[in-house]
């Protein structure tokens, strides 16, 4: 059962992204910005942990969850450590993301050659 | 010719985009990557005995290398045409921005290409995620305390 949600809630926001490119003159760039801040929204009002419990890695495998990574991660720093905690707090839990995209992209990028 | 007929016109020529196959092919491959991530998570859970969290950090670097790998290789590029959203709305689309930015822009030299470069298309996430998270939390602190 969980993997029959994590399929479809990670498909109908894919689709949703689909509409939105198919349908305005927005660019993927625009699209996946769109959905950073709809993440950092959802986590605003308390959904997106819910989102987690119930579709498991659908909800964890869209750019949205680093929205809500930034913000959860960013509020936590600030029930900890007040306002300097906003700006200690904001990449704890993203960080995981972005050191492995520099780190991995930076190694390929001086081992292989760009295909044209 | 008036320009509502030019209008017309272009619209007859220019090859009409099959939304709902789009829309379809997107749908499945999103919820592949979905499906794919939840087996790899309950794998890591059981055989590992990784915590959830702990898995949820795996998978993220799992996806991260096998879409960097695949940028690398040249084999991404091809797929986003096909699938379009569905890659580019999972994770997936955040690593090969970053991959694709910094093996396009590597012959420029490693400080003027590569580095300057490498945030080119996956910046405006990063931006703007940190910006709208850091008025929310202001939001949430001035309302919630």
């Known amino acids: 059962m969980s993997y029959l949600l994590a399929f479809l809630f990670a498909g109908v926001v894919c689709a949703l992204g689909q509409i939105i490119l198919d349908n305005t003159k927005l660019t993927p760039g625009h699209v996946t910005s769109l959905f950073t801040v709809g993440g950092a929204i959802l986590s605003f009002c308390g959904c997106y942990d819910y989102l987690i419990s119930h579709f498991g890695a659908g909800a964890t495998v869209v750019i949205a969850n680093f929205g809500h990574m930034l913000f959860s991660s960013a509020w936590q720093g600030y029930l900890e450590e007040g306002i300097l905690g906003i700006f200690s707090g904001m990449f704890v839990k993203s960080s995981i993301a972005i050191t492995g995209v520099i780190v991995f992209s930076f190694i390929f990028a001086i081992i292989f050659k760009p295909k044209d | ?145």
Request: glycine share 12%; proline share 2%; hydrophobic share 50%.
């Open chain 2, 1 to 145: 010719m008036k320009k509502e007929d030019y209008k017309k016109l272009v619209k007859k020529v220019s090859p009409k985009e099959p939304k709902l196959r789009n829309v379809l092919v997107a749908f499945f491959t999103g919820g592949l990557i979905g499906l794919i991530g939840q087996i790899i998570i309950t794998l890591l859970n059981v055989s590992f005995g990784l915590s959830k969290v702990e898995a949820g950090g795996w998978l993220a670097l799992i996806i991260i290398f096998v879409s960097t790998l695949m940028t690398a290789l040249g084999f991404f590029d091809k797929w986003v045409t096909t699938c379009k959203s569905g890659l580019i709305v999972p994770t997936t689309g955040f690593a090969h921005s970053v991959a694709s930015a910094a093996l396009d822009y590597r012959n420029d030299g490693l400080i003027t290409g590569l580095g300057s470069n490498f945030f080119k298309l996956a910046g405006s996430v990063i931006l703007y995620g940190v910006i709208s998270s850091f008025i929310l939390v202001i939001v949430k602190v001035i309302f919630c305390g």
